[in-house]
């Protein structure tokens, strides 16, 4: 395997390479920013493009757009409240208060620096654990799939702590949206009224442009005279000095980008929900959890360095067995087929040259996100300046025209304006908005594999609890999902006794 | 008490939407939503308790038990007046954009909007709504190619 890393190293001195890899993460980082634009736009848009390039140099520049895109999502999620593309959720819950605390460019830096550690870990393992841990992945059956979507569910607990009822609702709630279209198995559909827009289901894109942009919109407009003191002066201008306080932080980004990486290898659970599990597991183990949610360094670092992990991740089945664990990668294994390439063993030995050139620009794409990144991003802080007056249409007319442009239908802006409505109430009634998104995401996962499970025992509901117990893989799920749920109960009761303790 | 109310209003909203919703699952085959009726009972209840709950915390039985995530949000009346110029927006986008074109309905969007919220400086607002209707223009329909649908004066 030395011989063939070398062949892939030596394709890196191509200039090509290194051109095609820069502009794919400039392309992906300008699609992270824009609301509605995802990764899985940029790639698609992108093929096409690449197919008159050499594999090795379309290939980095497709891996180049899938890192970036992923990353910058949190620029806008920090300085806007608006997550770019769905993986920087996470990123927003302390994102955007350290942006408010008048520190934009320490969470900036974070999330970069968090990104390219996060990054370049994943794409370590995908070069050396690829093979082995591509076989853990065939062991999951519709049982092990329900468990991660109900694991990942149990996370509502304790990103709601302090108003644990509200955001079980609000989880509930997101659970409920997530059934609205056909059913996964059957076909009939559910909740759609007749409106063929509702078919498939809500859009998640679409759905998340609504509910974080317009409630920040509404609030801007509201308070469009009020003067705010320019705290971003306390803000230090470098963004290269904060990057001690990552490395001291090594606990956060090793078990983030772990975390990152397995959430990436089980095909259908995607970077927002890496965010989510590296967040609470983040606030599980900080010495200062209450500073989650209020705009807490190891948050954002948290999220960022798993979500961007989640991406050398999603990597390892896709090149392995030729499973794509994300509509990314699906439409990665179109571009790869593209070029001719056929993901499995194969892959690794006949055409060990190409696929070892594209996991070394990985490493050159996540590399290159600290320099661009962070020039973006420094450019990017000066959005926080312009008055919201100006600010507040721009945005509204982005999130319009973003949400158009992933269907080309005037009805997802409808159902974007519905959503925002929500969004609207859970922000008036201090609801948290985090649960209802996890909800919505991992909802459909969670009924089709629970679907699939009761028609593999012909229904019989007790069979399938008994499977739940007696596969090893399931069990260690359902312990983990009983911990983590009895964890936010005793995170909700001490917040709710320290909130009583300061109102004495 | 002001607390209590915005509580209770939001679990109201919650059994409302929690009643359609099992009413409806309800009518859907059994093997179609399985799911969607066990999600929505699970909220019903989830709502009828904490009505309950809240009812007892409010009679003295339960004090320590409320909620109290930022419960003291201030419910301004700015943002309700901001909210319905948001929603009222998004048709009137939707209009000029199906009569004309995207072009016209951004300038014409981004304008409006800027003169409603105060901005009076007539360079400005015809310099960014005109720089920001480029900017979409280049990225979406030319770049990303994405597809326009035919308008009612214009056609395609």
């Known amino acids: ?380 802080v000066k959005i926080v300046r312009v008055p919201k007056a100006i600010l507040a249409p721009i945005i509204l007319l982005l999130s319009i025209v973003g949400t158009y442009s992933i269907r080309s239908s005037f009805d997802d802006i409808l159902i974007m304006f519905v959503i925002g409505a929500i969004g609207f109430f859970c922000q008036r009634f201090s609801v948290p908005r985090a649960p209802l998104v996890l909800g919505l995401v991992l909802g459909r996962l969670a009924e089709s594999e629970l679907e699939r499970s009761l028609a593999l025992v012909g229904g019989d509901v007790g069979a399938f609890g008994l499977q739940l117990i007696t596969r090893p893989i399931s069990l260690g799920l359902v312990l983990l999902s009983v911990y983590a749920v009895y964890q936010g109960v005793v995170q909700h009761k001490r917040h709710s006794r320290m909130l009583d303790n300061q109102d004495r | 008490m002001k607390i209590f109310a915005r509580e209770d209003s939001f679990s109201l909203l919650t059994l409302l939407l929690a009643v359609v919703c099992v009413s409806v699952a309800f009518r859907y085959p059994a093997d179609s939503s399985g799911f969607p009726r066990a999600v929505a009972t699970f909220l019903l209840l989830l709502a009828v308790g904490d009505l309950v709950r809240s009812a007892a915390a409010r009679r003295g039985f339960a004090p320590d038990s409320i909620d109290t995530a930022d419960s003291a949000v201030p419910s301004d009346w700015r943002h309700f007046r901001a909210a319905l110029l948001v929603f009222a927006s998004a048709p009137a986008y939707i209009v000029v954009a199906r009569l004309f074109d995207f072009e016209i309905a951004t300038f014409v969007y981004l304008a409006a909007g800027m003169f409603a919220l105060g901005v009076r400086n007539s360079l400005l607002i015809v310099s960014v709504s005109v720089g920001v209707m480029l900017a979409v223009k280049a990225l979406f329909f030319v770049l990303l190619d994405v597809t326009r649908t035919s308008t009612l004066i214009f056609g395609t």
């Open chain 1, 1 to 380: 395997m030395f011989e063939e890393s070398l062949i892939g190293l030596t394709a890196l001195m191509d200039p090509a390479m290194i051109l095609a890899i820069a502009v794919g993460v400039i392309g992906g980082i300008l699609i992270g920013i824009l609301p509605g634009l995802t990764s899985t736009l940029g790639v698609a848009l992108v093929i096409p493009i690449t197919f008159s390039m050499p594999p090795q140099v379309g290939l980095a520049m497709l891996g180049g757009i899938y890192v970036a895109s992923t990353y910058s999502g949190a620029i806008t999620a920090i300085l806007l409240n608006i997550p770019g593309t769905p993986a920087a959720v996470a990123t927003l819950l302390d994102g955007y208060p350290m942006s408010e605390n008048g520190e934009p460019t320490r969470a900036l830096a974070l999330a970069t620096f968090g990104s390219a550690v996060g990054g370049l870990i994943s794409v370590l393992a995908l070069l050396l654990l690829g093979p082995i841990l591509a076989k853990v992945s065939l062991f999951f059956g519709p049982p092990e799939y329900f468990l991660l979507a109900v694991f990942g569910i149990t996370v509502i607990a304790s990103l709601s702590a302090g108003a644990m009822i509200k955001g079980l609702m609000a989880g509930g709630i997101g659970l409920l949206m997530s059934t609205v279209g056909y059913h996964p198995l059957t076909g009939s559909m559910r909740f759609t009224f007749d409106i063929p827009a509702l078919y498939d289901g809500i859009p998640l894109v679409a759905a998340l442009i609504g509910f974080y942009s317009i409630p920040e919109v509404i609030d801007m407009i509201a308070r469009r005279n009020d003067s705010a003191p320019d705290t971003t002066k306390s803000d230090k201008a470098n963004p290269y000095a904060y990057f001690g306080e990552v490395l001291r932080q090594t606990k956060n980004l090793m078990r983030s980008s772990f975390i990152g990486v397995l959430v990436g290898i089980i095909p259908g659970v995607g970077a927002s929900v890496g965010g989510f599990v590296a967040y609470d597991s983040a606030k599980r183990s900080s010495k200062t959890p209450e500073q989650f949610g209020k705009g807490s360094p190891e948050g954002v670092l948290a999220c960022e360095t798993a979500n961007n992990a989640v991406t050398g991740g999603t990597l390892i089945p896709l090149l392995t067995l030729g499973i794509p664990g994300n509509p990314v990668t699906a439409v990665m294994l179109g571009g790869l087929m593209i070029h001719g390439l056929q993901p499995g063993a194969e892959l690794f030995t006949t055409n060990a040259d190409i696929v070892f050139g594209f996991i070394f620009s990985l490493f050159v794409s996540n590399l290159l996100l600290i320099p661009i990144g962070l020039v973006f991003a420094k450019y990017c």
